[in-house]
């Protein structure tokens, strides 16, 4: 199923089975603006909210409500106009010494070492989906200069939880023992995902800043918990 090419203002809407919609809009500002509203809404038949860029799954109970019901609820919502409050800001510490193709992306850009580190903590992130593996957050976007770097050529088997990477427009952590192809850059110390524990402090929305940090102070964090 394709997103409409040119969604406007209001919420375009297309079916996601038979209990949920899933709602286009202009950009991630006003999907997360969307799905923050139908949160703050008094809705007795809302079962979740999923956003994931500049879409929003709207999942509900189909013995309570219908789709075509539920379309016209959402339709007649008025979308908060300011999203400052929506997500919480998190500064996760990455030790850069951990890094595995710090070389590469370096190489890619035209920048030194140093300079790819800068500009990767120059700026905090938003959380614009969760996916892939559990809790891993799509971070964006990344300054200009660190843009545009592909993925590797062959992704690895295994990437340490923690592990620190970015690719494309994007950077994003590793919570859990993965493959990927992302470029590592570093890691956290931080447990970002306990599933057993029911653990996951970050969702779409949240704010992150990577701090960076040495080895030393890697050490003495390793295994903290970011606040939930």
Request: net charge positive; hydrophobic share 35%.
């Amino acid at each position: 199923m394709n997103p409409p090419s040119k969604p406007n203002s209001r919420p375009v809407f297309q079916p996601l089975g038979d209990q949920a919609v899933l709602a286009y809009l202009q950009d991630e500002k006003n999907a997360q603006a969307f799905a923050a509203t139908i949160r703050n809404s008094d809705f007795t038949w809302l079962v979740d909210v999923v956003p994931a860029y500049a879409s929003v799954g709207v999942y509900f109970d189909s013995g309570r409500i219908g789709s075509k019901e539920v379309r016209k609820a959402l339709t007649q919502l008025r979308i908060a106009k300011r999203i400052d409050s929506i997500g919480r800001t998190h500064v996760i510490p990455c030790c850069y010494e951990f890094q595995l193709d710090l070389a590469r992306v370096a190489e890619h850009t035209s920048l030194s070492a140093d300079q790819v580190i800068e500009a990767h903590t120059a700026q905090p992130y938003t959380a614009h989906a969760i996916g892939f593996c559990p809790g891993f957050p799509y971070l964006g976007y990344l300054p200009k200069k660190l843009t545009g770097v592909p993925r590797l050529p062959t992704p690895r088997l295994r990437v340490e939880p923690g592990s620190v990477g970015l690719t494309g427009r994007q950077t994003g952590v590793y919570p859990l023992a993965r493959p990927g192809g992302w470029n590592i850059i570093g890691r956290t110390p931080l447990e970002l995902v306990n599933v057993a524990d029911g653990y996951f402090p970050l969702r779409v929305g949240d704010r992150i800043q990577f701090q960076r940090i040495d080895d030393r102070e890697y050490e003495h964090l390793k295994g903290n918990r970011l606040p939930t």
